[in-house]
């Protein structure tokens, strides 16, 4: 017994040593596909331009159409006059708001336009003052002009998205939820001046609903 034990334990110590004597362990193995075990990584903030002469098809910009996660109502109409032209088709997805919405929306307003248009939406914000303020040029009239009163929903929205003439972007101040919202107040003051309802076509909303502002 003693000697099986003794055979044993020599057996196992020489098995121990030769396993882990050598080089066998260290020289590298094949890999099946390196691209995808070893990927090349590239900092996204540098110049990517000297890429494609190595063979390398990359850019930092998202593919076309593509919507972030989480992103919400995506517009994807451009910056340009086939864009604003578009924009006249494009129909507010956002259902007719209730009380509690109206209200966050002519906040918003209030905040981000009234300064130039008005809080009565006639043109003449803080920074006009009938032609008395640091601004020269009159603000565009959203109530009682004819031409503004005829823009549909998408095109303020792409107005206030983008900016016109001398009105810059509010995108940054704006995401695209409360753009929609100011757009759809817009229309109601538009409404209420012209004795029109350019909202009927908008599904009325459940009047329980809260705004929710990200």
């Given at each position: ?27 590298p ?6 691209d ?21 098809s ?25 864009g604003?032209?578009a ?13 509690i ?20 939406l ?11 303020g ?9 109530v ?32 695209r ?11 109601s ?18 009047t ?7």
């Open positions: 017994m003693k000697k099986l034990a003794f055979i044993s334990s020599f057996t196992f110590a020489a098995i121990m040593v030769i396993s882990c004597g050598g080089d066998v362990q260290r020289e193995g094949r890999t099946y596909m390196p995808m075990a070893e990927s090349r990584a590239y900092e996204t903030y540098k110049d990517h331009s000297n890429l494609s002469k190595k063979g390398v990359y850019n930092n910009e998202p593919v076309t159409g593509t919507v972030s996660r989480g992103e919400e109502l995506p517009y994807h109409l451009l910056n340009d006059s086939t604003y032209n924009s006249r088709s494009v129909v507010n997805p956002l259902p007719r708001l209730n009380q919405e109206m209200t966050e929306a002519e906040r918003l307003y209030l905040i981000n336009c009234a300064i130039c248009h008005g809080s009565n006639n043109g003449n914000g803080p920074l006009y003052k009938d032609g008395q640091p601004y020269p040029a009159k603000p565009a009239t959203l009682g002009d004819p031409k503004i009163e005829a823009l549909p929903d998408g095109t303020l929205f792409h107005v206030i998205t983008y900016g016109k003439n001398l009105m810059g972007s509010y995108a940054a101040q704006l995401n939820k409360q753009r929609w919202m100011v757009a759809q107040y817009i229309k003051k538009q409404s209420k001046s012209t004795g029109t309802n350019p909202m009927a076509a908008i599904p009325q909303g459940d329980t609903r809260s705004v929710t502002t990200k």
